[in-house]
């Protein structure tokens, strides 16, 4: 309980009373707390900033990863791109080799021991094809045994490489040659005889403006080229 004591004139409280600070007290506990404010922020900095450095390693190594997972795509793409291509290029060898062996005709024995005549042709005077006219007019002709198709030679599908690989015009040299014998061949296929007429399309014609000339010319090249990796399968 407090009380109060008369000392002369000054009147002072028993048991709460605390000495009044100096003021050179009252500065330093304000310096101290100060630096313990600034310690404090110092170290809720330094808190955020361990935090940030964490984030952007998170992000180092998020972004390694989809790096990662692109490259194994890539390399799993371009593989599957090679693999197509071994199987398409063994594919073009067994048709090209099995073309060149079939007579394109009618008739022939088959039995279950000997199928061959199926994708050989057989030895009838009649062709083994089917013919199509084209809407631009040219005939196309597939052998129905071997699956050849003879079309009119498109000059930007004969150009080849040093080894004879067949290539883009810009990677190659023009094989006037080989494209004259293509387009005698498609001539004597014309020829083949058959029985029943061939199908047609509508036939229409083809024209495309030429700057230069400032009219209109022939524009059925540009149709064939559009239609040069096609065939009748």
Request: hydrophobic share 30%; glycine share 6%.
């Amino acid at each position: 309980m407090n009380e109060k004591q008369n000392t002369g004139t000054t009147t002072v409280l028993s048991g709460s009373y605390t000495p009044a600070q100096s003021l050179d007290d009252q500065i330093k506990l304000a310096d101290l707390q100060a630096k313990q404010l600034e310690i404090q922020l110092k170290n809720e900095e330094l808190t955020a900033k361990k935090l940030e450095i964490q984030e952007r390693l998170a992000n180092i190594d998020e972004s390694k990863k989809r790096q990662s997972d692109r490259e194994i795509k890539r390399k799993q793409f371009e593989n599957d791109l090679k693999q197509k291509a071994r199987i398409f290029g063994q594919q073009r060898y067994t048709d090209t080799l099995r073309q060149s062996v079939c007579s394109h005709r009618k008739g022939g024995m088959v039995d279950s021991r000997n199928m061959r005549v199926l994708h050989e042709g057989g030895d009838s005077e009649k062709r083994s094809i089917i013919r199509h006219r084209m809407i631009n007019g040219d005939l196309w002709i597939r052998c129905t045994r071997c699956g050849k198709t003879w079309a009119p030679p498109v000059e930007k599908m004969f150009y080849f490489d040093a080894d004879g690989h067949n290539v883009a015009p810009c990677d190659g040299v023009f094989s006037q040659g080989r494209f004259n014998d293509a387009d005698k061949e498609w001539k004597e296929a014309c020829k083949f005889t058959t029985t029943g007429s061939p199908s047609s399309s509508v036939i229409c014609s083809f024209h495309k403006w030429d700057v230069a000339a400032r009219k209109w010319v022939d524009g059925n090249t540009e149709y064939r080229d559009s239609m040069a990796s096609t065939s009748l399968r």
